[in-house]
């Protein structure tokens, strides 16, 4: 996704930080196994948001333990994982996947084609196994690329493309809880979308490259305007987390919705 689902490390607790470390390794040894090795740097803090949420839901079985890898050769690190780290790592192959095609069709880029097609039999086998997860990615994806091609600079379109995308990704299984977590992907989704936006403003108004907010670049009250929407949407967001029955986690996935998420606003503006 877009990397900005991410825990404020000051504020945690030091059993919160080894936590939510732990899980960040737990779904990149899973990655490697089910993806193999170039999986691994398609990873980002995103998808930790979306297995403890799962988690804390549904209170699966977890295995954990600790050793060395790849990327940390010389110091052992604590990892956790169970069958919502597997659900993840297959999502999250699938949307670097699709990230890399639609960079090679806005910018040409070679090396995300050459990692598209490396990354092509594991996002199939991804798709044969989560059909509706993986339709809802091309779909949504599909009519943000119509607006960007069309050149539809409107804010609230575009948003709900991704949001339509996240809210499908966040029902791991259709049951009682299967409505709230779509109307809290969906309201994330969106807020997601609109943090980008607002961030790459400047770049994108500079090399002409679509941002729907363009028409408000080097006004003096984005900053106001910005946080006032992005508010609203994060406020959608968790009126439904707090409708989810969550102990476990609880207050590391507060934390990242409530402070991490801003964090990187906040140092722009």
């Known amino acids: 996704m877009f990397g900005y689902l991410a825990a404020d490390p000051a504020r945690l607790s030091p059993e919160e ?32 948001f979306l297995v ?20 940390h050769p010389f110091a052992s690190r604590a990892w956790q994982r169970s069958e919502i780290t597997a659900y993840a790592a297959d999502l999250n192959l699938a949307l670097a996947y699709l990230k890399r095609l639609d960079d090679w069709e806005d910018d040409g880029s070679l090396l995300a084609l050459s990692q598209a097609k490396a990354l092509r039999g594991a996002y199939e086998r991804v798709c044969a196994d989560y059909p509706r997860q993986c339709a809802a990615m091309r779909k949504g994806l599909e009519a943000l690329g119509r607006l960007e091609r069309e050149k539809i600079e409107d804010p609230d379109a575009a948003a709900a493309c991704f ?5 499908e990704l966040f029902v791991w299984r259709e ?19 609109v943090m980008d936006a ?12 679509y941002n729907p907010f363009r028409r408000f670049y080097g006004l003096p009250d984005n900053e106001q305007r910005f946080r006032a929407i992005l508010q609203m949407l994060m406020g959608d967001c968790v009126r439904a987390f707090d409708r989810l029955p969550l102990v476990q986690d609880a207050s590391l996935l507060k934390n990242i919705l409530c402070l991490g998420l801003w964090t990187q606003f906040d140092r722009r503006f």
């Open 17 to 48: 930080l080894a936590r939510y470390k732990a899980c960040y390794c737990g779904l990149c040894r899973c990655l490697q196994e089910r993806h193999g090795t170039l999986s691994r740097l398609t990873l980002n803090y995103d998808m930790t």
């Open 52 to 71: 403890l949420l799962l988690q804390s839901l549904y209170e699966p079985e977890e295995q954990g333990g600790e050793g060395n890898c790849l990327i």
């Open 163 to 167: 949001g339509s995308l996240l809210s």
């Open 175 to 193: 049951d009682r809880w299967s409505g709230t977590l779509r109307g809290m992907g969906d309201a994330l989704g969106r807020a997601l979308y």
């Open 198 to 209: 607002c961030m790459d403003l400047p770049a994108d108004t500079v090399r002409n490259r």
